[in-house]
């Protein structure tokens, strides 16, 4: 049999938004190598033989270096029939699937990609934040926060000369929230969503010039996703209790100018 | 028991590629109202005494209304426990999926949303290009081609400017083309991806002058997806055999570069 190793989305959460694909796969793996952001409902479904590995970031733990995972893949898929690297989203939204995908595949590795559902689109769809709206807007960009140098996405400054809705993986938010403000305005609508898909997911409602300090009194658990554009607005259109404690003033005008 | 109305992704095209939540829901289903691009593979799945009504655009058909089918849709949920809004890709990636919900909840249906992969982003990560890719970019930005006027989309001549991927929703080709020339240059890479994870998955490659004149010579089956930037010429790392045959000298040039 020939050995596979397959680069796996589990999707933003709920175990039960990965793939059916996805979910007959792992019933047959030998080896799974996952990130933080899987639940282990979905490991679970994996036979009892399989060996899971944790490969992702955690506190005070010393972390994996992408050259080790990489190596990792390809050492387990040398020895093992079904191999899969299982991560939170979708591999390919800035989960590095390419290059783990190509690193293997120049070692000779057989590589299937299942793809996944990203947050990044989940996100704002479970809060009922359409990516676009007809008569609003067009596009929606998603950049990641932070760069390999860790420091701030230099697309964030063309992201926000656009009408694009503008979907950041979160990080750096004083710092995105200043640029939004100088160029799409002060009462630019933001959402930050966190924990998509699962029963605590929460949605914190701002505007540009108000939600760093909002999160600051009430802290924002990640994994989360900034949604930025005049779509956020549309929010309070499907009645969600909570939306209402959440908006301000500003914010109930804004509803009223998009609508 | 409580009726629901379910906006539903059915994935870019394999059926295995659907959730395993939207795949037992369908099980469940009372009224199934779907579009062109869904597999009858997933209709299937609902019980035999299921309605399945089409919905979506067939040539030389009268097509639904977008107001016909949101009042379809609160008629049939209005009379039954589990009704499905089942669409291809991500209902809410330029499919009216907002819309659909906001006007049932707005007229009392109780509605639930179980997104999919959508083919924006799963029929480049399935051809073996990146989204992004350290060193070379670090956003994507997905673009509708067509706006409700019928005109290409405005949004284009901004995203042009970033270095952002872009991914067009296909259409207008050879005016969007002309504007990447005209910005990013003539060598440019461009991909089109036609019916991305079924069997007859087609990857055509060239650069911005002359993309439009190889899909005259070999037809691009919709629905297809146009992926431009730089990442596109990672493809070729991956190996596809298909590839070789399909690079010009202008693009073997640019992946060296890119390299």
Redesign the interface.
């Known amino acids: 049999m020939k050995s596979t190793l397959y680069i796996m989305?589990a999707?933003?959460g709920?175990?039960?938004?990965?793939?059916?694909?996805g979910?007959?796969v792992l019933g047959t793996a030998n080896v799974i190598l996952y990130d933080a952001l899987v639940s282990q409902d979905l490991l679970a479904l994996a036979p009892p033989g399989c060996k899971r590995i944790f490969v992702g970031k955690r506190k005070g733990k010393k972390e994996y270096a992408q050259d080790e995972i990489n190596r990792l893949l390809v050492w387990y898929a040398r020895r093992f029939i079904c191999v899969i690297r299982l991560k939170g989203g979708?591999p390919?939204?800035?989960g590095?699937?390419?290059?783990e995908?190509?690193y293997a595949?120049?070692h000779g590795v057989h590589v299937e990609?299942?793809?996944?559902?990203?947050s990044a689109?989940?996100a704002?769809?479970?809060a009922?934040i359409?990516?676009?709206?007809?008569?609003v807007?067009?596009?929606?960009?998603?950049?990641?926060g932070t760069?390999?140098t860790g420091e701030l996405?230099?697309?964030i400054h063309?992201?926000v000369?656009?009408?694009?809705t503008l979907i950041v993986l979160i990080s750096h938010l004083r710092e995105i929230m200043t640029i939004v403000t100088e160029v799409r305005g002060p009462r630019e609508p933001v959402a930050i969503i966190e924990q998509a898909s699962l029963a605590a997911q929460k949605v914190h409602l701002g505007v540009a010039s108000d939600m760093f300090e909002k999160t600051v009194k009430t802290k924002v658990i990640t994994p989360a996703v900034i949604v930025i554009g005049k779509v956020v607005a549309?929010y309070e259109?499907?009645?969600f209790s909570e939306a209402f404690q959440m908006i301000g003033d500003e914010q109930q005008d804004l509803i009223q100018e998009v609508r």
């Open positions: 989305g999707g933003p709920d175990p039960d938004l990965i793939s059916v694909k979910a007959r979708d390919f939204v800035f590095r699937g390419f290059e995908q190509q595949a120049d990609v299942i793809p996944g559902i990203s689109l989940a704002p769809t479970l009922g359409p990516l676009t709206r007809r008569g807007n067009e596009s929606f960009w998603v950049v990641t760069v390999s996405s230099r697309d063309q992201a000369q656009s009408s694009a549309c259109n499907l009645n």
